[in-house]
C-alpha cells in the first residue's frame, strides 16, 4: 500500500529505543526516559496551506533522521510496522540528511572551532 500525508505531517519510523540505568542502578523501561525519540522520515506532507492558498513548503526530506518529543504524535500500525506520525513543527532538530546520491551527510565540527549560528 502506499500512504500520503497530508498537511505538515510527518511519517516516521522511530529507530530502537533500549531501556536504561539511571545513576543509582536500577534500570529505567524506554516508555520512562525522558529524552526525544529519533526516526526516519518515510512521508512529509505537502506543507501548511497559507491564506492566499499557496503552500508552505516543508524543510523534511524522506530519509532524514530527526528527533522529536516523545509525546509529540501518534502511533499508528501499518503493514506490520509501527510507525508515529508528527506535525513538522515538533521535529527539533534533523541529525543528518540524505544527499543526492543517497548517502548521509553529517556536519562535525573540528577541535576547537566554533559552531556558526545564522542570524
Known amino acids: 500500500m502506499s500512504y500520503r500525508c497530508l498537511e505538515d505531517s510527518v511519517l516516521v519510523l522511530p529507530l530502537s529505543v533500549t531501556d536504561e540505568k539511571s545513576t543509582g542502578g536500577i534500570a529505567l523501561p524506554s516508555h520512562m526516559a525522558e529524552r526525544p525519540i529519533t526516526g526516519t522520515v518515510v512521508s512529509v506532507g505537502p506543507g501548511l496551506k497559507m491564506d492566499d492558498g499557496g503552500r508552505f513548503p516543508s524543510d523534511l526530506k524522506v530519509g532524514s533522521i530527526v528527533a522529536f518529543p516523545k509525546k509529540s504524535g501518534d ?34 565540527p573540528e577541535d576547537d572551532e566554533p559552531i556558526k549560528v545564522e542570524e
Not at 78 to 104: A, F, H, T
Open 75 to 108: 502511533k499508528i500500525h501499518l503493514d506490520g510496522v509501527d510507525y508515529i506520525c508528527i506535525p513538522e513543527r515538533y521535529i527539533l532538530l534533523v541529525i543528518s540528511e540524505p544527499d543526492d546520491d543517497g548517502e548521509y551527510e553529517r556536519y562535525v
